[in-house]
């Protein structure tokens, strides 16, 4: 008789044999395929005129970290463009946008004023050799340990930061400023409404542009941030002693570069695979960005790392998907920059790109998360690991500092749920002279410090039995714990057995046990 599962049971064929995690690669890699985009004319337009958004934006901005890090402004405008163009083919999030940026001219600032330009170009390809060989190492994979509260904390501190970014632009400006400000945000608010055809900020900063320099309205201008290169990069080799003393000067600088860029780039990465709905692989991200920053150091850039600004004009404002947008911001800023069109862009005034930058605050910003009804249903902790990470971020304008304070939070506050979950309990008595008890739960230093004073060693009988096999040993604390247990039933005169441990705690209890001494 045939079954009538046959059907059902019979082996599967390798197509169906795929993972929901490959079907839904195979649905990103689409997503974001450079090739999908090339064959798509209203894709690749997407992508075209938002590396031309990017690259306008990105043009004050290098030259403000310039000087933060007290650089030359070609310094920073170099490192937008070497940056952009080496991560869209080395990098591993499609159409992140990396460049200068002020969280590593804050790290680099000190060795420039210091010891001068030299130090500082070797700083940044030390700290490139230090990101690749911290990728491939693996570190990338460390991006799963931050819980939900800080990165909701991360999102919330980039929208203020953003924002308070362009308070300088906005205070003590005159009235026409803040009148075009109005206007850009209500073209940007608007007209998505009626077409999408070209991106909402470009049209903003074109149109006040046309306006601005054809009434002849005075206001600060890109031009006024910094004189504009007009030459290409060169390559640049630093002119540093090969010796001891030159490491111990740059390392420290480096290796603050390297974690710094690589945290605030893999939380961007993972960012706009959250807005995306795609996955990309975290360590070539990781030793992307560490051999872009050699490639920038080499053509004289101040390095740098993800710009979550851009990244979010990029993605969720002008909704590009592919490495083409990232490689094109390069290239266009380059074009601009380099083929006359410096004078042009000089005009543009700030106003417009203020606009668009307080459009990516209000949109970056998880409003949903200070909503009264989120409050009230989320766990008090969870609420204040958030505003904690905010808090800091905002602080110290720093989001590596704000994330590793919201990381170690959790983690103490994970520690404490997890050491209320061990539990002693008394489960028999076999005969007047035995007694039993089981101890389930996860032991590792927080939970096993409190399981000595949980047995009663005065009035137990002659053997005790403890039965582990609801439980699981982790750390060397409570393999030093479980020795005090029984070197107290000892010391009254009764004998203490341990049954029931699995594999690898039978291993890590019979190979420390008895040999951690009184101190531990």
């Known amino acids: 008789m045939t079954s009538p599962f046959a059907g059902v049971l019979r ?76 991560i869209a083919f080395l990098g591993g999030r499609p159409a992140m946008i990396s460049a200068a940026t002020g969280a590593i001219a804050l790290v680099i600032a000190p060795m420039m004023s210091e010891y001068g330009m030299d130090y500082l170009i070797a700083t940044v390809i030390l700290g490139g050799l230090i990101q690749v060989a911290l990728g491939l190492a693996g570190v990338a994979k460390l991006i799963r340990f931050i819980p939900r509260a800080v990165m909701v904390g991360f ?39 009626v077409t999408t055809a070209v991106p909402a900020p470009l049209v903003a900063i074109v149109v006040l542009t046309v306006v601005t320099v054809g009434a002849h309205v005075s206001m600060p ?74 490639i920038t150091g080499l053509f004289g850039g101040m390095g740098g790392c993800a710009m979550i600004g851009q990244t979010m004009i ?37 106003a417009a790109l203020v606009a668009v930058m307080i459009m990516v605050s209000v949109r970056t910003f998880d409003w949903h998360s200070i909503q009264p009804s989120t409050w009230v249903r989320m766990p008090r902790t969870y609420t204040a690991i958030m505003v904690a990470t905010v808090a800091v971020t905002v602080a110290t304008d720093n989001l590596a500092f704000g994330v590793m304070t919201g990381v170690v939070l959790s983690a103490l506050d994970f520690v404490r749920h997890v050491a209320h979950f061990t539990e002693v309990v008394a489960v028999a008595h076999p005969d007047a002279d035995t007694r039993v008890y089981a101890v ?27 039965d582990m096999s609801g439980s699981h040993i982790w750390d060397v604390t409570t393999v030093a714990t479980l020795d005090a247990i029984t070197t107290k039933y000892a010391a009254k005169g009764k004998t203490a057995t341990i049954i029931g441990m699995n594999e690898a705690s039978t291993r890590r209890h019979e190979h420390l046990a008895g040999h951690l001494g009184a101190g531990h």
Not at 231 to 238: D, S
Not at 270 to 280: N, R, Y
Not at 314 to 340: C, Q, W, Y
Request: proline share 7%.
């Open 155 to 193: 999102v919330n501190a980039l929208g203020i930061l953003i924002f308070l970014a362009q308070l300088p632009y906005l205070i003590g400006m005159p009235w026409p400023v803040y009148v075009a400000v109005a206007i850009g945000i209500a073209i940007m608010v608007f007209l998505p409404k």
């Open 314 to 350: 990029n993605v969720k404002v002008s909704g590009a998907r592919t490495r083409i947008s990232t490689f094109l911001a390069g290239v266009f800023l380059l074009l601009i920059l380099v083929l006359g069109l410096g004078d042009v862009v000089a005009v543009i005034p700030m």
């Open 221 to 294: 201008t890109v031009g006024d941030q910094g004189n504009l290169p007009d030459a290409l990069p060169t390559l640049f080799l630093p002119h540093v002693p090969l010796t001891l003393e030159t490491l111990q000067i740059i390392a420290p600088f480096a290796i603050a570069m390297a974690l710094v860029g690589l945290m605030e780039s893999l939380m961007t990465a993972k960012l706009v695979d959250d807005i995306t709905d795609t996955h990309s692989p975290k360590t070539r991200e990781a030793w992307g960005q560490g051999a872009a920053n050699i």
């Open 11 to 86: 082996p599967r064929t390798p197509e169906e044999r795929r993972t929901a995690e490959d079907r839904r690669r195979a649905r990103a890699d689409d997503v974001t395929s450079v090739r999908g985009a090339l064959r798509s004319p209203a894709r690749l337009r997407t992508e075209v005129l938002a590396g031309l958004v990017v690259a306008l934006a990105l043009i004050p901005e290098a030259i403000s970290f310039s000087i933060i890090a007290g650089v030359d402004p070609r310094v920073g405008l170099f490192a937008a463009f070497t940056m952009a163009v080496s």
């Open 440 to 466: 389930v739960g996860e032991l590792f230093f927080a939970s096993s410090n409190d399981l000595i004073f949980q047995f009663d060693y005065t009035g137990d009988p002659k053997n005790v039995i403890i």
